[in-house]
């Protein structure tokens, strides 16, 4: 790796071993102005991906930056709905345009396609894929300074779709207290080194519930180990969310971008240090 290397192979014209392969990386859109792509991922559902990457994307915002979220997740897509977003993408001879949330963040999910919101995905990997690579190639993001990928579970078709056609500045892996959580983070970690991308750190999720009268924090699927968990993969751990009933009620309601709580400051931090 060359020194000053920003993991951005699309625009780098040096060789080196952690380059992926030229033929495989997909350019985004001539008219798309895109900065930093940092995706969020897991090994497993059910852990919070869609939340933090929402979070993530507001709290950048609120930093200053324009931010964008491309909803990789074709079969469970919620990022439109955690935005309050109603309107359909909307596209001509040019190519397709992102839905801008109420505070400016762009964003591209399959649901903004779709005639009704509850109409099911029932596609193949292949077609799920390349839908996903559609939203690269064929969206135009307006001067995006940092691109939030929310990812499926897992290591199948799409996030290796996009590990492969896009250039990914770096991810962030989301987990759980529970026990499962090594193997999590595991999976993950293995995949983001198979792939040559950059591990920002981890973000746990439901970590705790905070008690109203007397603000005690409750090991709800009791203790922790995701700083030793860190420690043994050499990763930081970026921030700790709770679970929150406010929280919740924001992602429900639409009003995400209203949400209050500073536990993603390391997060932010470690993303704008790209």
Same mark, same amino acid.
């Given at each position: 790796?060359?020194?000053? @290397?920003?993991?951005?192979?699309?625009?780098?014209?040096?060789?080196?071993?952690?380059?992926?392969?030229?033929?495989?990386?997909?350019?985004?859109?001539?008219?798309?102005?895109?900065?930093?792509?940092?995706?969020?991922?897991?090994?497993?559902?059910?852990?919070?991906?869609?939340?933090?990457?929402?979070?993530?994307?507001?709290?950048? *915002?609120?930093?200053?930056?324009?931010?964008?979220?491309?909803?990789?997740?074709?079969?469970?897509?919620?990022?439109?709905?955690?935005?309050?977003?109603? #309107?359909?993408?909307?596209?001509?001879?040019?190519?397709?345009?992102?839905?801008?949330?109420?505070?400016?963040?762009?964003?591209?999910?399959?649901?903004?396609?779709?005639?009704?919101?509850?109409?099911?995905?029932?596609?193949?990997?292949?077609?799920?894929?390349? +839908?996903?690579?559609?939203?690269?190639?064929?969206?135009?993001?307006?001067?995006? =300074?940092?691109? /939030?990928? =929310?990812?499926?579970?897992?290591?199948?078709?799409?996030?290796?779709?996009?590990?492969?056609?896009?250039?990914?500045?770096?991810?962030?892996? +989301?987990?759980?207290?529970?026990?499962?959580?090594?193997?999590?983070?595991?999976?993950? +970690?293995? /995949? &983001?080194?198979? /792939?040559?991308?950059?591990?920002?750190?981890? +973000?746990?999720?439901?970590?705790?519930?905070? @008690?109203? #009268?007397?603000? $005690?924090?409750? *090991?709800?699927?009791? =203790?922790?180990?995701?700083?030793?968990?860190? $420690?043994?993969?050499?990763?930081?751990?970026?921030?700790?969310?709770? /679970?929150?009933?406010?929280?919740?009620? &924001? @992602?429900? $309601?639409?009003?995400?971008?209203?949400?209050?709580?500073?536990?993603?400051?390391?997060?932010?931090?470690?993303?704008? &240090?790209?």
């Amino acid at each position: 790796m060359s020194e000053g @290397c920003t993991h951005d192979c699309g625009s780098c014209s040096q060789s080196c071993g952690e380059r992926k392969p030229e033929s495989m990386l997909e350019k985004p859109h001539e008219l798309s102005k895109i900065g930093k792509v940092i995706g969020v991922v897991s090994g497993k559902g059910g852990v919070g991906k869609s939340l933090v990457t929402s979070l993530l994307a507001v709290s950048l *915002q609120r930093n200053e930056h324009k931010t964008a979220v491309f909803d990789a997740d074709i079969t469970g897509p919620s990022i439109p709905k955690m935005f309050g977003i109603r #309107d359909k993408a909307r596209g001509d001879d040019m190519g397709l345009y992102p839905v801008q949330s109420k505070l400016g963040t762009e964003i591209m999910s399959v649901n903004l396609l779709l005639e009704h919101d509850s109409d099911p995905v029932i596609w193949r990997g292949p077609v799920i894929a390349g +839908v996903v690579k559609q939203f690269w190639t064929d969206v135009i993001w307006n001067e995006v =300074d940092y691109m /939030m990928v =929310d990812m499926p579970p897992g290591t199948g078709d799409v996030p290796l779709t996009v590990f492969q056609t896009i250039p990914i500045n770096g991810i962030i892996i +989301v987990t759980t207290p529970q026990e499962l959580v090594s193997m999590i983070v595991e999976k993950a +970690v293995k /995949m &983001a080194k198979l /792939m040559n991308v950059p591990i920002l750190g981890i +973000v746990e999720n439901m970590s705790y519930a905070e @008690c109203p #009268d007397c603000g $005690k924090q409750i *090991q709800v699927f009791g =203790d922790s180990h995701i700083e030793e968990i860190a $420690k043994e993969y050499g990763l930081p751990v970026l921030a700790r969310i709770p /679970m929150n009933p406010k929280l919740a009620a &924001a @992602c429900d $309601k639409g009003m995400i971008e209203l949400f209050e709580g500073d536990w993603l400051q390391d997060a932010v931090s470690a993303i704008e &240090a790209v």
